[in-house]
């Protein structure tokens, strides 16, 4: 896949971009460079490898898991303007 010249003005223009046409041109090349990276990634064969969570296999030193602050939501309930069956009411921003 390649961009056009009139694809990234208009990509430009979506995103309310002012950009003259020398720059248009320097990010199409740039744009089409990184599209063509992406075919080749995707061109590369790769049944049979398993999936890495990280590129080292490293193991993760975690620390213990242990409760460091007490239950105060019955505090903030108490305190809020709105709730209701334990959620706090906001108001209506989007209609």
């Known amino acids: 896949m390649s961009l056009t010249l009139e694809q990234v003005r208009r990509i430009a223009d979506l995103a309310r971009l002012e950009m003259p046409d020398a720059e248009a041109e320097a990010t199409r090349v740039k744009l089409n460079g990184i599209f063509s990276l992406i075919e080749q990634m995707q061109a590369v064969d790769t049944s049979g490898v ?13 620390r213990e898991d242990r409760v460091s602050e007490s239950d105060r939501r019955d ?3 108490r305190i809020a303007p ?3 069956s334990g959620l ?6 989007i209609e």
């Open 75 to 77: 505090d903030y309930q």
């Open 50 to 62: 398993e999936p890495m969570s990280h590129p080292q296999e490293l193991s993760q030193r975690l």
């Open 82 to 84: 709105q709730t209701e």
């Open 88 to 93: 706090y009411l906001v108001p209506k921003v």
